[in-house]
């Protein structure tokens, strides 16, 4: 399946809308939406109904045509999946069906904009249509997986794309094989799409009468299936058969079909054990439309492997003949054919086989050939001479012997010959010698991000001896290439094999970056960073794995952490990350990563040539390093949280809405950051930044254009030695030396703050807060580093922080006017300089966390993900800052992550007048921050285990938060008290700047937006919009603010700003 995304090209790069396109149908007209895709305008209608949605009496019938509606359609959002379990792909990388839902009988169509203007309902360009099948074993699948996304396909081949969701496992081909229940639903919606399609498919710009029917795996069987039905005759043109062709009905087991729905209709209640099965058949199908849906699947996953499996019949009038047959396929539906498979199919089927019978893979060593016989008469039903004379071909004689591994390399290659490779040879023969022009191809590029095992080889780690119990720590174990030469500014390579054992007991070079400032006296040494430093560091109990045998079945809960830092700084290294005690006194997997910051993770021209996000493409090949490999270091790849700090946190959050990250953890924790933090840093030119910082580095020829040198710049780039580097950077301004995340590449094809992305929220359960004085640090940073602010605030405090809201956020001046006199009271109020450092960092800590927290957190809610909310209220024992800063940012970290004890001996740290370090090392954590540690690490591994946190000391449970009952606990020793909000009045202030409102709007949303649309709603930077770089600046900036008039030079803006960016230095 993995390897179809580089024959759709679905990297999804979705980065402006435009206007909305209609059209007409059959049923009624329908609205979809301009998107702007590597630089090609595409229209896309998601979701429309083809059929009647089959529920109640219309579950287990043939489908029925949508119903016509009124008005106009919004078919904007990919439609549900159909009922079905989770897919275990090939025991990794699990997709969550969680959400599944019989009402999914939607397709969606992509067409390219440039040939239908949006003022029509109707488009005549004609062009080619391609309608895809998609595949999952009958069993499995839907339309809205990133694979099938047709938004690039569309526009670069000139067609229009059609997907869409069909009826699967029993709901879609539960038989009888007589007239009161023939089967086949899930072919039979396949026929009504291929029939809407000729009846619709003109108003959207296709030719009804060049129509190519495209499936892949189950998908291609279908479509060979359509290729012989008398039912789809005239309906395409032409058939794509990717690895799958009607042959795989050799897995047929409808021999068994009375005894198996016999026993899911006696599971659910609906079998009379008195009564024969035909003489009560009518009765039993009422009696199963009636029962809950999940019930069902419930029943059928109780049931053994095989089981489990419903697919085609024939016999029907869909498919009279029998696919087996040489017969069927005499008369195909096609002029012409392009089917072929890959290099290596039967890995898949085989992995799928020993994850379903784990027994199988320690019986083979015994007596394999015997096994295999076997297993090729119940599976295939051939005989066992025939099977014999089968496994004498592929193992040789008997005297022949064979170790496990090469066992098992047989075998996968037996499999896919007699499932995949041999059935489409076979066909392909077939519809030749019918004068069909027939392409075949095998595809054999390994890609760098496939699902399946590539184990680099073996590591050794220590063992570290705790009070509590024994860790077993392995550090710095590679997980990508180094980013060096060419690879710098490119996204990472996956590690390289390494021959015997690699020593994985240090922690890793932190990635190259510049120091960090802490306070006036204190900061992180980073002379030592480096651009070889994509590494990972895993920790676990050491009792659970006595063998790497043993190991692989444990199964223990993991944690995944990101550091903070404003994605300028940090490192996995620094020794509040360290998970020994973590892991020590919660029983799970505690997993740290290095990922590029600075320059190297998150410069971005905002072309193809450099997008940008390479720290967060850094975190989703460890994501996947986790998912390959963690099973054989005692984790469960399906039960992974992924959480983060700061500018961590901002990241989990990234990834749990995109669409690359899909299925590689299940749970969410977010301290201190959310994606909608993102509201500082989007409003400035990635574009700009990239020519400054091009310019800076001798890279930049100012006398031509970006797009004219692009190439040369970025060789140029990569051609710097670091030093140099880094000595012409710490030259440039602090504002220059930002770099963020952007969007508008195929990691974050959408803006995070656009409210309905977050629908693409891919986690079941989220725990996120905050602590009480977040903007607390970001002054105190500030002052430290600019002595000159307080003196500037005191000359006029409402004007420098309406400026710093505008230049910060992107907020229009007379809501930043609005905002100023909500904190700091009516104009006639006067505040000493001590009561103005508070309220603003009040300000700053609800417009940069707590706020984003509040509103992250209900949109989760509203989506259905179980989401609870702390807020940490505990100030310790020792803390880098003032007693007036309180409980600031990061306080919380050696708690929830157990590193009370080893942060305090952090060998980065560094303080010249020895101040800091002494107290850092000679203050002891108090008894109460000790005991509260332990109480912290009690609701982290509960939430870990189970996704829901447990409040110790009591029997209470945890309030989920939700917009009608935003109920928080506050973390504070032996004493968690519950909230509401927090803040709840305050973020009203900030909701319209923290979220865009989606067209649709609710009035209330709409009301709270009206605020901004008048002078521009913030305009975060993309991929594709216009920006002028190059112009050169203006002399002064003129604000209209309390009825007055103010001049500012640049200087003076340019200060204000500062102040309110630097706080990213500070993570």
């Not at 896919?416 to 595809?443: H, L, R, W």
């Not at 449970?957 to 968690?976: D, G, H, I, R």
Request: glycine fraction near 8%; aromatic fraction near 12%; proline fraction near 6%.
């Amino acid at each position: 399946m993995i390897c179809l995304v580089f024959i759709i090209g679905c990297l999804l790069a979705v980065v402006s809308a435009g206007d909305v396109p209609q059209a007409y149908t059959e049923t009624g007209l329908i609205s979809g939406e301009r998107l702007t895709v590597n630089k090609r305008q595409v229209d896309a209608f998601l979701g429309i109904p083809y059929a009647t949605p089959p529920l109640g009496d219309l579950r287990f019938r043939k489908p029925e045509p949508a119903k016509p509606w009124k008005g106009i359609l919004s078919a904007t959002k990919k439609p549900l999946p159909c009922v079905q379990t989770d897919l275990p792909l090939a025991d990794k990388l699990p997709f969550n069906y969680s959400g599944s839902n019989e009402d999914c009988l939607y397709l969606n169509v992509w067409r390219p904009s440039k040939y239908c203007a949006t003022s029509s309902p109707k488009c005549s360009a004609m062009l080619p249509v391609v309608v895809f099948v998609h595949g999952g074993g009958f069993q499995w699948g839907d339309s809205a997986l990133f694979l099938y996304d047709g938004s690039n396909l569309a526009p670069t081949a000139d067609v229009v794309f059609v997907t869409f969701n069909y009826r699967v496992n029993i709901f879609g081909f539960l038989s009888l094989e007589n007239s009161e229940l023939q089967g086949n639903m899930g072919l039979w919606d396949q026929n009504l799409v291929l029939k809407w399609v000729r009846a619709n498919i003109a108003y959207f710009g296709g030719d009804a009468s060049d129509v190519t029917l495209w499936g892949q795996s189950a998908g291609g069987a279908s479509v060979g299936f359509h290729a012989v039905s008398p039912h789809s005759k005239g309906l395409f043109k032409r058939i794509i058969m990717q690895s799958g062709t009607p042959a795989l009905t050799i897995l047929n087991v409808s021999h068994r079909r009375a005894a198996r729905i016999t026993a899911i209709a006696d599971a659910v209640g609906c079998y009379d054990r008195r009564r024969t099965l035909m003489d009560q058949v009518k009765d039993l199908l009422s009696c199963m439309k009636r029962v809950d849906a999940r019930k069902i699947l419930d029943a059928v996953s109780a049931e053994k492997p095989l089981n489990q499996f419903y697919p085609p019949t024939h016999g029907d009038d869909f498919l009279p003949s029998d696919p087996l047959s040489d017969d069927t396929w005499n008369h195909l539906n096609t002029k012409e054919l392009f089917t072929g498979h890959t290099a290596n199919e039967g890995n898949f089927l085989m992995r799928n086989i020993r994850r379903s019978a784990p027994v199988l893979e320690n019986i083979l060593s015994e007596d394999y050939r015997f096994i295999t016989t076997v297993v090729l008469s119940v599976m295939f039903q051939i005989p066992v001479s025939s099977g014999r004379q089968i496994v004498k071909e592929y193992f040789g004689d008997y005297n022949e012997k064979h170790k496990k591994k090469k066992v098992l390399e047989i075998l996968d290659d037996m499999f896919g010959d007699v499932v995949f490779n041999c059935p489409t040879m076979f066909f392909a023969e077939k519809a030749s010698k019918q004068g069909i022009d027939t392409y075949a191809y095998i595809f054999a590029h390994l890609p760098s991000t496939s699902p399946w095992p590539n184990p680099r080889g073996h590591i050794q780690g220590k063992r570290i001896l705790t009070d509590y119990a024994d860790v077993d720590a392995f550090l710095g174990i590679p997980y990508a290439q180094p980013p060096v030469g060419d690879l710098r500014l490119s996204r990472p390579q996956p590690a390289k094999a390494w021959n015997g054992t690699y020593v994985a007991t240090e922690f890793p070079t932190p990635c190259f970056q510049p120091d960090q400032v802490l306070n006036e006296d204190a900061r992180l040494n980073y002379s030592s960073s480096s651009e070889d430093c994509l590494y990972i560091n895993v920790w676990r109990p050491a009792s659970a794995c006595a063998n790497e045998s043993v190991c692989e079945t444990v199964n223990l809960p993991v944690l995944v952490f990101l550091y903070g830092g404003g994605f300028q700084f940090g490192d996995s290294g620094l020794r509040v990350y360290d998970g020994t005690n973590f892991v020590a006194r919660t029983n799970t997997l505690f997993v740290s990563l290095n990922y590029r910051v600075y320059f190297y993770g998150f410069l971005s021209a905002e072309r193809p040539a450099l997008p940008g996000n390479m720290g967060l493409w850094d975190q989703l090949m460890a994501l996947k390093w986790v998912n390959r490999n963690i099973r054989r270091l005692g984790g469960n790849e399906r039960d992974v949280t992924l959480s983060g700090h700061s500018a961590g946190a901002i990241a989990a959050g990234l990834h749990a809405l995109s669409p690359q990250s899909r299925g590689l953890f299940t749970r969410l924790i977010l301290q201190s950051g959310t994606p909608l933090t993102m509201i500082v840093g989007l409003s400035y030119s990635g574009i700009s930044k990239f020519i400054n910082t091009a310019v800076t580095l001798g890279c930049y020829d100012t006398g031509r254009s970006l797009d004219a040198q692009i190439s040369n710049v970025i060789d140029c780039l990569k051609r710097l030695d670091h030093v140099s580097l880094r000595t012409r950077m710490a030259a440039v301004d602090v504002k220059r030396q930002m770099f963020l995340p952007v969007y508008g590449d195929d990691m974050l094809p959408f803006d995070p703050l656009n409210g309905r992305n977050i629908e693409l929220l891919h986690v079941k359960e989220m725990f996120l807060g905050t602590v009480r004085d977040e903007g607390s640090f970001i002054v105190y940073a500030l002052r430290a580093a600019m002595p000159y602010l307080m003196h500037f605030l005191h000359l006029d405090y409402r004007l420098a922080v309406t400026v710093g809201l505008k230049f910060a956020f992107d907020i229009p001046t007379h809501n930043g006017k609005s905002i100023v006199q909500a904190y700091f009271g009516d104009y006639s109020v006067t505040h000493d300089d001590e009561t103005i450092v508070d309220i603003l960092s009040k300000l700053i800590g609800d417009a940069m966390f707590d706020c984003p927290t509040n509103l992250f957190a209900m949109k989760a809610a509203e989506l259905g993900t179980d989401t609870y909310r702390y807020l940490f209220a505990h100030k310790p024992s020792y803390s880098f800052w003032p007693d007036w800063a309180g409980i600031a940012h990061g306080c919380e970290l050696p708690f929830t992550l157990g590193s009370l004890r080893s942060f305090k001996s952090e060998p980065r740290f560094t303080s010249p007048s020895g101040k800091y370090g002494d107290e850092m090392r000679n203050t002891e954590a108090s008894q109460e921050d000790e005991s509260f540690m332990e109480e912290l690490l009690q609701i982290w591994s509960a939430f870990v285990r189970d996704g829901r946190p447990k409040i110790p000391l009591s029997d209470a449970e945890w309030p989920k938060y939700t917009a009608e009952n935003p109920e928080f606990v506050y973390l504070q020793p032996s004493n968690y008290t519950r909230g509401f909000g927090p803040k709840k009045e305050r973020c009203e202030y900030w909701r319209p700047f923290l979220l865009k409102q989606s067209k649709g709007a609710s009035a209330e949303q709409s009301s709270l937006q009206s605020d901004t649309s008048s002078t521009g709603s913030p305009q975060p930077a993309k991929s594709t919009r216009s920006v002028a770089p190059e112009a050169a600046p203006k002399s002064d900036v003129r604000l209209e603010l309390y009825s007055s008039s103010y001049t500012l030079e640049p200087s003076t803006v340019l200060f204000t700003l500062f102040a309110f960016i630097i706080w990213i230095c500070m993570g």
